[in-house]
Nanobody, 127 residues
Framework: QVQVVESGGGLVQAGGSLRLSCTGS????????VGWFRQAPGKEREGVSC????????DYTDSVKGRFTISRDNAKSTVYLQMNSMKPEDTAMYYC????????????????????WGQGTQVTVSS
């Protein structure tokens, strides 16, 4: 059974930092691209970032460029999202998902291309 589990969410003040983790089991995690997505109350889910299976290529939505960094440790079957200089508008439920679609050297954080999803971890940024 494939499972993708997020952790690391919480409450942080504006300007602060959090690191989210995404761990995969039941699949060869390092064969898959992994993406982070978020959904704020009353808004559609949006792509935040993704990283290829090798970690050589990443993608970020414009609103987080320069503030968020995605990385992975395949030995631990874990992908991280380091979030710095956080803003109240970063408040959302954050989801991790794996993708068998991106087998090459690029990825795009588009929901339709991701297969297995976690249950999410809540991130709240206070002003």
């Amino acid at each position: 059974q494939v499972q993708v589990v997020e952790s690391g969410g919480g409450l942080v003040q504006a300007g602060g930092s959090l690191r989210l983790s995404c761990t995969g089991s039941g699949l060869i995690f390092d064969d898959y691209a992994v993406g982070w997505f978020r959904q704020a109350p009353g808004k559609e889910r949006e792509g935040v970032s993704c990283i290829t299976w090798s970690g050589d290529s990443t993608d970020y939505t414009d609103s987080v460029k320069g503030r968020f960094t995605i990385s992975r440790d395949n030995a631990k079957s874990t992908v991280y999202l380091q979030m710095n200089s956080m803003k109240p508008e970063d408040t959302a439920m954050y989801y991790c998902a794996s993708s068998s679609y991106y087998s090459g050297n690029y990825c795009l954080a588009k929901m339709r291309d991701f297969d297995y999803w976690g249950q999410g971890t809540q991130v709240t940024v206070s002003s």
